[in-house]
């Protein structure tokens, strides 16, 4: 099974909520105007966030990635 891996840098995000708007599955918005990824686990190595999807999530994964503005929202096939 083709899994993909989510990074968000939530740092670097303006808070444009474009992921938010087309795939609110992924997104709830937080208290400061950006978003959180639901369910996402903070790598402290990268200092992004990351959450592992299905290949059946993969289309709304990458709806997050081309709706950002800012680019901060990657999808990468993880290699078995």
Known sequence: MVKYKIIYDR???IGA???LGVTEELWKLADDG???LKGAVF???TQ???LIVGEKDFD???A???SCPVQVIKVV???D
């Open 11 to 13: 740092d670097a995000c």
């Open 17 to 19: 909520l474009g992921c």
């Open 34 to 36: 950006k978003v959180d």
């Open 43 to 45: 790598n402290e190595e």
């Open 48 to 50: 992004k966030w990351e």
């Open 60 to 62: 709304i994964a990458k």
């Open 64 to 66: 997050s990635e081309d």
């Open 77 to 79: 096939k993880i290699d």
